[in-house]
C-alpha cells in the first residue's frame, strides 16, 4: 500500500491532480483512521497510462515521411534569400503568391516587400491551423482545477489572427488601407486622352 505522499510523489502531480483521479474513480481511496492509503498495484497502473499518453511517437510505427511541396518558378524566386519561408506550408505559399500578384497587379509591389509578405504569409498559415485545431478542441476547455477557460489553440488564434491583420493593414489588403493609400482603380481613357498621349 502507499501512503498518500508516496503516491502523489510516484505520480508526479499535485494533490488537486491526485483527489480528481479518486474523483474520476481511476484510484481508490483507502482510509485506516486518520491515514489514506492507495492501492500500489491501481497506482502504478496509472502512472504507466499517464506515461503511455505522454509519449509523443510509438518506437514501433514508421515515421510519415513529409511530402516535399514542388514550387512555382515564379513563387521561388519570389523566395529567394527569405529564410522565413522554410516555415510555409501549401497554405501559406498559396496565400504568399496570391498577395504577391495582387499587389503587383496594383502597382505597389516592390522588392523590399518580400519579407513582410513572407511573414504576412505565415501569420495567416497560422490562423487557419490553430483555428481548425481550436474548434476541433471546442473553444473551452476545463482545468485540472476545475476552472473553466478558453482552450490554449483559441488563444494562440487570436494571437495569430492579430497579426494577420496588422500585415494586411500595411501591405494594404483591406478596404480601409486601400484608401489610406490612395488606390484608384485604372479607369479607361477617353478618346481624346489617347489622342493626346499618342496611344493608338
Given at each position: 500500500m502507499h501512503t498518500h505522499e508516496q503516491a502523489l510523489k510516484v505520480l508526479n502531480c499535485s494533490k488537486m491532480t491526485l483527489s480528481r483521479y479518486v474523483k474520476d474513480g481511476r484510484l481508490q481511496r483507502i482510509k485506516k483512521g486518520r491515514r489514506t492509503y492507495?492501492?500500489?498495484?491501481?497506482?502504478?497502473?496509472?502512472?504507466?497510462?499517464?506515461?503511455?499518453k505522454k509519449k509523443k511517437y510509438r518506437p514501433d510505427v514508421p515515421k510519415r515521411e513529409k511530402q516535399q511541396i514542388e514550387l512555382p518558378d515564379e513563387v521561388k524566386e519570389l523566395c529567394k534569400n527569405i529564410s522565413?519561408?522554410?516555415?510555409?506550408?501549401?497554405?501559406?505559399?498559396?496565400?504568399?503568391?496570391?498577395?504577391?500578384?495582387?499587389?503587383?497587379?496594383?502597382?505597389?509591389?516592390?522588392?523590399?516587400?518580400?519579407?513582410?509578405?513572407?511573414?504576412?504569409?505565415?501569420?495567416?498559415?497560422?490562423?487557419?491551423?490553430?483555428?481548425?485545431?481550436?474548434?476541433?478542441?471546442?473553444?473551452?476547455?476545463?482545468?485540472?482545477?476545475?476552472?473553466?477557460?478558453?482552450?490554449?489553440?483559441?488563444?494562440?488564434?487570436?494571437?495569430?489572427?492579430?497579426?494577420?491583420?496588422?500585415?494586411?493593414?500595411?501591405?494594404?489588403?483591406?478596404?480601409?488601407?486601400?484608401?489610406?493609400?490612395?488606390?484608384?482603380?485604372e479607369k479607361e481613357l477617353t478618346e481624346m486622352e489617347k489622342f493626346l498621349l499618342d496611344i493608338e
Amino acid at each position: 500500500m502507499h501512503t498518500h505522499e508516496q503516491a502523489l510523489k510516484v505520480l508526479n502531480c499535485s494533490k488537486m491532480t491526485l483527489s480528481r483521479y479518486v474523483k474520476d474513480g481511476r484510484l481508490q481511496r483507502i482510509k485506516k483512521g486518520r491515514r489514506t492509503y492507495y492501492d500500489e498495484y491501481e497506482v502504478a497502473a496509472l502512472f504507466k497510462e499517464i506515461d503511455d499518453k505522454k509519449k509523443k511517437y510509438r518506437p514501433d510505427v514508421p515515421k510519415r515521411e513529409k511530402q516535399q511541396i514542388e514550387l512555382p518558378d515564379e513563387v521561388k524566386e519570389l523566395c529567394k534569400n527569405i529564410s522565413s519561408t522554410e516555415n510555409l506550408n501549401k497554405v501559406g505559399f498559396e496565400y504568399l503568391a496570391e498577395t504577391t500578384e495582387y499587389l503587383k497587379k496594383s502597382n505597389l509591389y516592390q522588392d523590399a516587400d518580400k519579407e513582410i509578405l513572407v511573414q504576412y504569409a505565415l501569420s495567416v498559415q497560422n490562423f487557419y491551423k490553430y483555428l481548425y485545431l481550436s474548434n476541433q478542441n471546442e473553444c473551452i476547455f476545463k482545468s485540472d482545477t476545475g476552472a473553466i477557460t478558453l482552450h490554449p489553440f483559441f488563444k494562440v488564434m487570436q494571437h495569430h489572427e492579430k497579426q494577420m491583420l496588422n500585415y494586411m493593414d500595411r501591405l494594404g489588403l483591406n478596404p480601409l488601407a486601400r484608401q489610406k493609400l490612395n488606390i484608384e482603380a485604372e479607369k479607361e481613357l477617353t478618346e481624346m486622352e489617347k489622342f493626346l498621349l499618342d496611344i493608338e
